[in-house]
């Protein structure tokens, strides 16, 4: 079975930066849909970033100019640079991917931006 690992999360102040990855225990980010979620407690769970099959990349409005998502398909992991932070940015972040019409998930990590 697929493991997708989130790493990279923590507490940071406003205007600081933290850098997400996801691991895949397989060639699993080679031409797939990949995409990082969040969810705010008490709210629900909702798309950050993602990365289409050929590389087009899509962001959520609130997000725009300050995340950055990316792959290394050869070494079998997704990033989210995430810059700028704001405390509406505090949430615990997902891992997703897509592939042969299955979908895997990881079992998220927190990312507290707070002073």
């Known amino acids: 079975q697929v493991q997708l690992v989130e790493s990279g999360g923590g507490l940071v102040q406003p205007g600081g930066s933290l850098r997400l990855s996801c691991s895949a225990s397989?060639?699993?980010?080679?031409?797939?849909?990949t995409a990082w979620y969040r969810q705010a407690q008490g709210k629900q769970r909702e798309l950050v970033a993602d990365i289409h099959t050929y590389g087009h990349t899509t962001y959520a409005e609130s997000v725009k100019g300050r995340f950055t998502i990316s792959r290394d398909s050869a070494k079998n992991t997704l990033h989210l640079q995430m810059n700028n932070l704001k405390p509406e940015d505090t949430a615990v972040y997902f891992c997703?991917?897509?592939?042969?019409?299955?979908?895997?998930w990881g079992q998220g990590t927190q990312v507290t931006v707070s002073s």
């Open positions: 397989e060639h699993l980010f080679t031409r797939t849909y």
């Open positions: 997703f991917a897509r592939s042969s019409g299955t979908e895997h």
